[in-house]
């Protein structure tokens, strides 16, 4: 198999201070979500959160099953808006259907089994109208930085469930969008794959400086990932804790695992994700 190449390193740390002072990316500002509103079977999903993030921010999302990050997520895509209260900001402007702003990673890779590795890398960028030559040249350099250069012309089925996940990878970074939404994408896969992607997504953010909103239930992932980790509660999901991540980048998610500061913040997370659930029992 071939291995990734050509990715950047991850941006000095002065950059990422400066884009800290640019306006946000994303702007959650006292968001409700019901669903069945004004029902006598309405649920409460999400209560009172306030969330703003920087360009350039990987910023992850835990707390129980059923707190509201899926959520959030689909919020921000614009599929929920008519039953959510407060304001939401994505560069600015309100979220809409299709915004070509956002790429969103599934926990399912969604390959298309008729279609070879390449033409999947190349699905989002087709439906979005670029040209044949254009489309096919990015989603083949997506594949090579993904490992996946000599698999462009196999179809689903010949390739791992990793290798699946590499290409849906591909597929996401290809639609070049400032914002990445990510629902859990590697929790189904084992831990050696899943440590596998997680570099391999650190370099992919290093190179391309995307905005990214991360859900996960992983704690290790979250802190190995994240600029800083949002901590909710159990249902209604609200805003428990923003802890920053202060792990120099670049990082190695399997030396991360020796690194003391990293065992101090999964501790300090854990704390803080009892507290929640406690807060609601």
């Known amino acids: 198999m ?6 950047a390193q991850t941006a000095p ?17 006292d ?23 920087a360009p350039g921010e990987f910023v992850s999302l835990v707390g129980p099953s059923g707190c509201g990050k899926t ?21 600015g402007r309100p979220p809409r259907e299709g915004n070509p702003d956002i790429a969103y990673m599934l926990a399912r890779d969604s390959l298309l089994p008729w ?13 979005r109208g670029l040209p044949r030559r254009e489309r096919e040249s990015r989603a083949r350099d997506l594949l090579q930085q993904v490992g996946l250069g000599d698999f462009a012309d196999k ?7 990793g290798m699946r996940q590499r290409c849906a990878l591909a597929r996401t970074f290809a639609l070049d969008s400032p914002v990445l ?16 992607l997680e570099d391999l997504l650190m370099q992919l953010w290093s190179a391309h400086r995307k905005t990214v909103v ?13 600029d800083r980790v949002i901590v909710m509660s159990a249902r209604p999901g609200r805003i428990v804790a923003d802890v920053a991540i202060d792990l120099p980048r670049p990082r190695d998610v399997r030396k991360l695992q020796t690194d003391h500061r990293f065992h101090d913040l999964y501790a300090k997370l854990w704390r803080l994700l009892e507290q929640g659930a406690a807060a609601h029992e």
């Open 2 to 7: 071939s291995r990734p190449v050509g990715l």
């Open 13 to 29: 740390a002065h950059e990422h201070i400066a884009a800290v002072n640019l306006p946000p990316t994303i702007a959650i500002r």
């Open 31 to 53: 968001l409700t979500m019901r669903f069945g509103a004004g029902t006598a079977d309405a649920v409460l999903a999400v209560d009172n959160v306030s969330l703003s993030l």
């Open 71 to 91: 959520t959030i997520l689909n919020l921000l895509t614009g599929l929920l808006k008519e039953e959510a209260d407060g304001d939401v900001r994505v560069l």
């Open 115 to 127: 279609r070879t590795a390449l033409d999947n890398a190349a699905f989002g960028m087709e439906v």
């Open 155 to 161: 179809f689903p089925k010949a390739l791992s469930h």
């Open 181 to 196: 939404l990510m629902d859990e994408p590697f929790g189904a896969l084992d831990a050696q794959t899943k440590l596998t």
């Open 214 to 226: 991360f859900v996960t239930h992983d704690l290790a992932e979250a802190i190995a990932l994240s």
